[in-house]
């Protein structure tokens, strides 16, 4: 076995070159996670503010038809404004004499965001929000 050179163990450079090497993957995965989920929570608190304005855009009808209209009319209309498409988009409307339900999904598998799912563990692709107004003033 041969011998190192006296002042090798001693050398101090390069080192911080090393250690950019061991750290940097590890940051750049960290810095993926904290895009993947920031732009997951966007869309998560878009599809619920959609579903709670078109929920309480519903209010305005008489009868059971016209407040689902009015829920879905909101839905299709506001869509593009939150950044959701409306091609990935869906939505139920369930209209009671006392209350109105409205639940939207938003598939969010083809964002170009869920590109990094397969590095970091992603979030679901698929989010589900809902909201419920009492007609008339009334507790749900």
Known sequence: MTSLPAGFLRDRRGASAVEFALIA?????????ICVYAVWFLLAISVQSLATESARASLGGLDD???R???QAYVAAHAPDAGLPAARLSQTVD???DRTRVTVRF??????V???????PSPPPLIERSA???AGGGAP
Request: one cysteine or more; a negative charge.
């Open 69 to 71: 209209a009015l829920a």
């Open 95 to 97: 209209v009671a004499a």
């Open 25 to 33: 993957p590890l940051f750049v995965l960290l810095l993926c996670g």
């Open 107 to 112: 598939d969010a598998s083809d964002h170009p």
């Open 114 to 120: 869920m590109a990094l799912k397969n590095l970091i």
């Open 65 to 67: 038809a016209e407040r």
């Open 132 to 134: 419920v107004v009492a």
